[in-house]
Nanobody
Framework: QVQLVESGGRLVQAGGSLRLSCTAS????????MAWFRQAAGKEREFVAG????????VYEDSVKGRFTISRDDAQNMVYLQMNALKREDTAVYYC???????????????????WGQGTQVTVSS
């Protein structure tokens, strides 16, 4: 069982930056593909970014390309989401997800991930 814990969410002004962190208790993340999803109030959960277990491959949702960066530090057992140039529409609860082998064609699909954190709230004000 992988227990994921996110942190770093808070209220920030539009145009600002945040770095979200995700770690796991009692399990190393080094063999897991990782992803960040988000869910805004009244909307469905959506994929934000993903990173392969090796860190060599990343993928982003179109609206965050060039603004967000997903990375991992296996030595620290951490996965990060650096968010720059934040917009009001980035307001959501952000979730970290992990899976040992998500299907490459469905990496943006939440059901491919077996393990989820509780989420961290990001609120972007104008």
């Amino acid at each position: 069982q992988v227990q994921l814990v996110e942190s770093g969410g808070r209220l920030v002004q539009a145009g600002g930056s945040l770095r979200l962190s995700c770690t796991a208790s009692r399990r190393t993340l080094s063999r897991y593909a990782m992803a960040w999803f988000r869910q805004a109030a009244g909307k469905e959960r959506e994929f934000v970014a993903g990173i392969s277990w090796s860190g060599g491959s990343t993928v982003y949702e179109d609206s965050v390309k060039g603004r967000f960066t997903i990375s991992r530090d296996d030595a620290q057992n951490m996965v990060y989401l650096q968010m720059n140039a934040l917009k009001r529409e980035d307001t959501a609860v952000y979730y970290c997800a992990a899976d040992p082998a998500p299907h490459p064609a469905r990496i943006r699909t939440g059901s491919e991930y077996d393990y989820w954190g509780q989420g961290t709230q990001v609120t972007v004000s104008s």
